[in-house]
């Protein structure tokens, strides 16, 4: 646990705030939720053509959301059946 803590902190460039975006998970206070960029990796974008689209990002922003979004993965799901109801708790 206390090693994940660490980790956490070393994503120093996800940044939460209320004002900016509803508080969504972004990059360094600007308007680029860390969801977009995961987003376009997902459906196949390289770095490149994320850094050409978004000037003002750097390299390693995307590589933090890519951690971030891998982190929050870790979270544990578990999963009852009740008759004909499928319950998800996290």
């Known amino acids: 646990m206390e090693g994940e803590k660490r980790r956490v902190g ?3 460039r996800i940044t939460f705030d209320p004002m900016i ?3 969504r998970a972004c990059i360094r206070g600007m308007r680029i939720p860390v ?3 995961v987003s376009q990796i ?3 974008a390289s770095f ?3 850094l050409k689209g978004y000037p003002d990002l750097e390299t390693e922003d995307v590589q933090q959301a890519i ?3 891998a982190w929050l993965s870790q979270e544990q799901v578990r999963i009852a059946c009740r008759g004909d109801t ?3 708790f996290g």
Request: negative net charge.
């Open 42 to 44: 997902a459906h196949g």
């Open 35 to 37: 969801s977009v960029l």
């Open 10 to 12: 070393m994503l120093d």
């Open 48 to 50: 490149e053509e994320i």
């Open 67 to 69: 951690e971030y979004a």
């Open 21 to 23: 975006m509803g508080g």
């Open 86 to 88: 499928l319950e998800i």
